[in-house]
Each structure stands twice: as C-alpha cells, then as structure tokens.
C-alpha cells in the first residue's frame, strides 16, 4: 500500500480521534499533520494492523502534547505564585493563603475517600508513606498507589480550575 493510499485511508479516523482527545480543530489538523509524517517516515514492513498501529502513533502523539501544555502550564502558574507572594503586603497575603487553602480544600472534597485520606495525612499532617500504612492499616504499596493517584487527580482538577479562571 503506498503512502498516499493509507493517508486517504485513515486520514478522516486519524483526525476524529485526534479531535475527540484534543477538543479543538487545529490541534487535531496539527497532530494529524505529525502523525503522518511518522508513518510515512517510518518502516512499516513487520506492522500487522497498520489501522491500530496508526491510531497508537496519534494516541502518543496526543498524549504528548497534553502533557507538554499541562506542565507548562503548572510552571507557569508555579511562577506567578512565586513572584506574588514577594509583591505582596502581609495583609495581601494571610488572605491569599486563606483562599488558596478553601480552594485546596474543595479539592480533596472531591477525592475518593480512601485517596483523600492519604492525601491528606501526606499533605496535611506531613506524614511519611511508612506512617501513613500504618494509620491506615494498609500495605506501603497500597498507600503510595493512593497517593499517586490522589496527585494526579488533584492534578486534573486543578488543571480543569485554571482552565475555567483563565476563560
């Protein structure tokens, strides 16, 4: 099959796909713009399904491009809190703490609650893995796996918060 063959091919199912995960049309135009330029670059001679193969390269793609926004913007965010808290007045800032705590709150509300009861005996009660197993009478991999989830839906709300601040 040549290129221009599986670009006709797949070019409508890559773009969806890539649209469904980006929600935006030029992101997805972008991505699937990438994603073929793989394939075409790439040797295709021991792939089986080309289809899922396709699909894989555009999920990776994707993926890829969630996370290099997502950590740039947590640095971006990182950086203003940073430079903020030293413009501004002790008045200013008891009442910052005060609403960044109320919105830290809300958000381990949202947690399941075996995660959010790791969450916060690491976070708020500053807590070790080891100590935290030992509360809760779970294994130490139990607690870490908690954790970590815990972080990275902690993550994906306060990612989907500054999105919603920022609209």
Known sequence: MTDREIFELYKEQVYYFCYYLMKNQADAEDICQEVFVKVILADRSKVRNLKSW???IASNECNSVLKRRKTGLMKELSNYLLSRSQDSSPVEE???RRETKKELQGLYSKLPDKIRMVVVLRFI??????????????PEGTAKSRLNKGLKLLNRMG???LKEMSS
Not at 125 to 138: A, C, G, H, Y
């Open 54 to 56: 396709i699909l894989r």
């Open 125 to 138: 009660n500053d807590l070790t893995v080891p100590e935290i197993s030992k509360v809760m009478n779970i």
């Open 94 to 96: 008891r009442l910052y």
């Open 159 to 161: 990612g989907s918060q």
